[in-house]
């Protein structure tokens, strides 16, 4: 089972970045194509962009433009820099494998954007 930590949350206003980052325990994380994921209060949890084993991207089209994802292997770890924020992106952020792996969910990290 690998074991995910969320960090790099906060509040920023509108138009701010924050840099999401998301430790692995094992190694075999560079084997995983992974994804960060969101949620909202009253929504469902939702893709917002994912990065494969061999560096292919894709975004959200509500987050295109404003987010980059990537992954350093040797440090397992996966980041998620975000800029442009909008009160929209408030939500709690985790990452997980893509597919998602239901036994590694972490705890997330909360982001809100707001004024």
């Known amino acids: 089972q690998v074991q995910l930590v969320e960090s790099g949350g906060g509040l920023v206003q509108p138009g701010g970045s924050l840099r999401l980052s998301c430790a692995a325990s094992?190694?075999?994380?560079?084997?995983?194509?992974m994804g960060w994921y969101r949620q909202a209060p009253g929504n469902q949890r939702e893709l917002v962009a994912s990065?494969?084993?061999?560096?292919?991207?894709r975004y959200a089209d509500s987050v295109k433009g404003r987010f980059t994802i990537s992954r350093d292997n040797a440090k397992n770890t996966v980041y998620l820099q975000m800029n442009s924020l909008e009160p929209e992106d408030t939500a709690v952020y985790y990452c997980?494998?893509?597919?998602?792996?239901?036994?590694?969910w972490g705890q997330g990290t909360q982001v809100t954007v707001s004024s």
């Open positions: 997980n494998s893509d597919p998602p792996s239901r036994s590694s």
């Open positions: 094992v190694s075999i994380f560079r084997f995983y194509d």
């Open positions: 990065i494969g084993r061999v560096g292919n991207i």
